[in-house]
Structure formats: structure tokens, C-alpha cells
T-cell receptor, first 112, second 117 residues
Framework: AQSVTQLDSHVSVSEGTPVLLRCNYS??????LFWYVQHPNKGLQLLLK??????LVKGINGFEAEFKKSETSFHLTKPSAHMSDAAEYFC??????????FGRGTSLIVHP | DSGVTQTPKHLITATGQRVTLRCSPR?????VYWYQQSLDQGLQFLIQ???????AKGNILERFSAQQFPDLHSELNLSSLELGDSALYFC????????????????FGPGTRLTVL
């Protein structure tokens, strides 16, 4: 069975510093992994996805994530945080089915 | 703007009542997904329809049902409402049926906030 764990419920950074949002997954097969972002009072928007091609995936707004099979991780990073990055971030895994499993979310707080 | 519309934006009702939430997918998208987002449960997948047929079922209660119509819009029906059903309900759509090693991006609507008093 598939599962996904977002290791931090909240991450706080200063504007201009790097961002790291951690995601670990459990899967019996090769998973497809996604990161979505949800700004306050909005629906979710896709940041990036991994579907067994390149292990380093680039997304929108300067975000990227690296698929590490040996560590069963898919951490999201950004070199320099911007105030507009403050939002809730969700890691999502699909494993051979149509049913996605969402992590509990990580709230990114960006301080000026 | 994702192109997915949901109505109503807010809904306040009483326990025991029944409500219908409506979703219009992006033009051309055949798949519709319903999700429930609450503070204690997080984001939970409820059900998926593809071109009018149910394709996948998640954590959907028996009191809840959905359908997708020939024009591809979808409705989520919630009945015998309980306080715990208060949540944000999202609809999402995608172009085709997900499968194999590739899963399509889902485009999310703005959600319907349901409050059960």
C-alpha cells in the first residue's frame, strides 16, 4: 500500500534563504510523485511531478525536487524564498492506481 | 484561474439535511475528482468519474454520492449531514484517465466550504 509522510507540519524561513520541504513515501512499486501548493482560500496548483523520467524535477516558481529511491524521498527545494511562497504544500503519491494519497501538508511561513 | 468552477462557494446548513455541490471541469477534461479537506483528516480523495462512469472510490461515506452528467459536469450529494461533515470540498479535473507510469496533472477548483450547524 502507498503512503506519504511530510516530515514537518510547519517550516519557517526568512525571505531570500533556502527552502526545504521534506516528503517520504512508501510504495511497493515505482510511484509517481507530485508536489502541489495551496495558497489561502484557493484550490491546489501543481508545482511539479515525477513520473520515472529524470530524478531531478524542475517545477514552477523556481521549485525543484529530487526523487531518491534509496531513501524513498522526494524533498522539495527552492534556493531563495519569496514572500509569495508562503502557502501550504502537499506531497502526493500514486502507485499503480487512480487513487492519490496526499500528505498532511507543510505550511511554509516566510518572514521578511 | 484553473478553469474548474464550483458552486456554491459557501454553504451553511443544519444536521440531518442534504446538500448538492456542483462542479464544472475544464473544457475538454473527461475526469472529475472529488476531495474533502478538513483540519483533522487533511485532504482525502473521495471519488473519481471518467466520462460519466465511476472509476475510483476513496474514503467516501455511504451517505455521500456523486455522479457525472453527459455534459461532464459533476455533482456531489451529501445527505444526513453531521457536524463532522463540515469541511472544504474540492473538485478537480484532468484531461484523460490516469494510468500506467504517467499520471496527469489535476486542476483544482476553488472549493465549496460546507458548514453544518
Amino acid at each position: 500500500a502507498q503512503s506519504v509522510t511530510q516530515l514537518d507540519s510547519h517550516v519557517s524561513v526568512s525571505e531570500g534563504t533556502p527552502v526545504l520541504l521534506r516528503c517520504n513515501y512508501s510504495s511497493s512499486y515505482s510511484p509517481s510523485l507530485f508536489w502541489y501548493v495551496q495558497h489561502p482560500n484557493k484550490g491546489l496548483q501543481l508545482l511539479l511531478k515525477y513520473t520515472s523520467a529524470a530524478t531531478l524535477v524542475k517545477g514552477i516558481n523556481g521549485f525543484e525536487a529530487e526523487f531518491k529511491k534509496s531513501e524513498t524521498s522526494f524533498h522539495l527545494t527552492k534556493p531563495s524564498a519569496h514572500m509569495s511562497d508562503a502557502a501550504e504544500y502537499f506531497c502526493v503519491v500514486y502507485e499503480g492506481s487512480y487513487i492519490p494519497t496526499f500528505g498532511r501538508g507543510t505550511s511554509l511561513i516566510v518572514h521578511p | 484561474d484553473s478553469g474548474v468552477t464550483q458552486t456554491p462557494k459557501h454553504l451553511i446548513t443544519a444536521t440531518g439535511q442534504r446538500v448538492t455541490l456542483r462542479c464544472s471541469p475544464r473544457s475538454g477534461d473527461l475526469s472529475v475528482y472529488w476531495y474533502q479537506q478538513s483540519l483533522d483528516q487533511g485532504l482525502q480523495f473521495l471519488i473519481q468519474y471518467y466520462n460519466g462512469e465511476e472509476r475510483a472510490k476513496g474514503n467516501i461515506l455511504e451517505r455521500f454520492s456523486a455522479q457525472q452528467f453527459p455534459d461532464l459536469h459533476s455533482e456531489l450529494n451529501l445527505s444526513s449531514l453531521e457536524l463532522g461533515d463540515s469541511a472544504l470540498y474540492f473538485c478537480a479535473s484532468s484531461e484523460t484517465l490516469a494510468g500506467g507510469l504517467t499520471y496527469n496533472e489535476q486542476f483544482f477548483g476553488p472549493g465549496t466550504r460546507l458548514t453544518v450547524l
